[in-house]
């Protein structure tokens, strides 16, 4: 025979603590994760724009580096471009100053004595000019160099003259003054000479460029035959 219990069942009253520190718990778990994929998520994006921003940093310091170069290059080309235009310059003008100075070095005699020595230059490269103007300059000689010395006796000083005139583009070496006077016990001569620069080897090959405003107005009337015969004329006088 089965038995039946006809008693009412017990039921447990629910935790509600219990209830309560689960959700917690389960927030707790969700806010950590959460938290978790936005670190990684931030991790990521900086280890990203950190790469990124090596790359920016090597392309910058490429870029300067490759515009340093430019520069260098630049400034390079610019010193080739002025010293090619003053290697031109001197030598339209045809005067080159160390050659001047090796020439007068091996022509002087042993018992002369240089003191100093004026080189000049600025009016033979006026007259150059003028001329290249189409202009008839006034003076017909023009110094080159002022030689100030000593020498032993009159035949040394006659040498050097001599040498003197043996210098390319130089003519007419002139003596100006000659003294006595004691050097260190010695006598000596002391003299004073003038060189002039030689102005037919400098205007023989000048073409004239262009012709003063007085010219110009004289010649309105007339062709460019006559120009050009009158100029040549110019240039002749000169080398007269």
């Known amino acids: 025979m089965k038995d039946i219990n006809l008693l009412p069942k017990i039921v447990k009253p629910k935790n509600t603590v219990n209830i309560i520190l689960n959700i917690i718990i ?7 994760i959460v938290i978790s994929g936005f670190t990684y998520l931030s991790f990521n994006s900086k280890k990203d724009l950190s790469s990124k921003l090596d790359n920016l940093e090597k392309i910058n310091f490429q870029l300067k580096s490759y515009n340093d170069k ?29 050659k001047k100075f090796y020439d007068l070095s091996k022509i002087i005699p042993d018992k002369v004595f240089i003191t100093s020595i004026d080189a000049k230059a600025d009016n033979l490269y006026s007259i150059i000019s003028q001329v290249k103007n189409g202009n008839q300059p006034e003076e017909s000689k023009i110094v080159a160099f002022v030689i100030d010395g000593y020498a032993t006796d009159y035949l040394e ?28 016990n010695v006598k000596l ?13 400098f205007l023989k090959d000048i073409k004239v460029e262009k012709q003063s405003s007085t010219n110009a107005n004289q010649n309105q009337s007339t062709n460019t035959n006559v120009n050009n015969t009158s100029s040549e004329q110019t240039i002749n006088n000169l080398l007269k």
């Not at 043996?166 to 070496?173: F, G, L, S, V």
């Not at 001569?189 to 080897?201: A, H, P, Q, V």
């Open 189 to 201: 001569l002391k003299f004073n000479i003038i060189t002039y620069w030689d102005l037919s080897l």
């Open 157 to 184: 000083i006659s040498r050097f003259i001599i040498g003197l005139k043996e210098i390319p583009q130089i003519t007419d070496p002139w003596i100006t003054s000659i003294s006595d006077e004691v050097v260190n």
């Open 70 to 98: 430019l520069q260098a290059y630049k400034n390079f080309e610019e010193n080739v471009n002025y010293k090619s235009e003053l290697v031109k310059k001197i030598k339209e003008e045809d005067i080159i100053w160390s």
């Open 26 to 32: 389960i927030v707790f778990i969700v806010i950590l």
